[in-house]
């Protein structure tokens, strides 16, 4: 009667980096990405990113919208909606989030900025200005 989907379409599929890379990634729609290997550069995403466990980045910034971090990360972090450091998860790096969630066991070494609502309407009020 009804054949129902064997393999429904999904947003949650993700691009896995496992090799090792040096350059800039910048996406401009959102996507799911996960870096498992080594990465060296610049890196800017809309949507989901997690370092693996076994990652090793070196960035001077990372900017994205939701970000996971499980293994090692050198450089500064802005995500514009939640950060989270999971337990194995080894930063060296300031950090600019509205929500940080850090797990026992994670470690972090910088500064930590967590703009507060009046700061966020005051910024896009001034971008408006200019």
């Known amino acids: 009667m009804f054949k129902k989907n ?3 379409k999904t ?3 993700v691009i896995n980096i496992e090799a090792g890379m040096e350059g800039s990634l910048k996406f401009n729609n959102p996507i799911n990405l996960r870096i498992s ?6 890196l800017e995403t809309k949507g989901i ?3 693996g466990e076994k990652a090793d980045v070196k960035v001077k ?9 499980l293994g090692r990360v050198k450089g500064d972090i802005v995500c514009s909606k939640r950060l989270r450091l999971d337990p194995s998860a080894r ?4 950090v600019e989030t509205p929500v940080l969630v850090i797990a026992e066991g994670a470690q972090l ?8 609502e ?5 910024r896009k009020e001034s971008a408006s200005k200019k």
């Open 61 to 69: 910034t990372i900017k994205g919208d939701e970000i996971t971090i």
């Open 6 to 8: 064997k393999k429904p």
């Open 37 to 42: 290997g080594k990465f060296e550069g610049e």
């Open 118 to 122: 009046e700061e966020k309407s005051e």
């Open 91 to 94: 930063v060296i790096g300031n």
């Open 11 to 13: 947003d949650d599929e």
């Open 49 to 51: 990113l997690i370092i």
């Open 109 to 116: 070494k910088g500064d930590c900025q967590m703009p507060v």
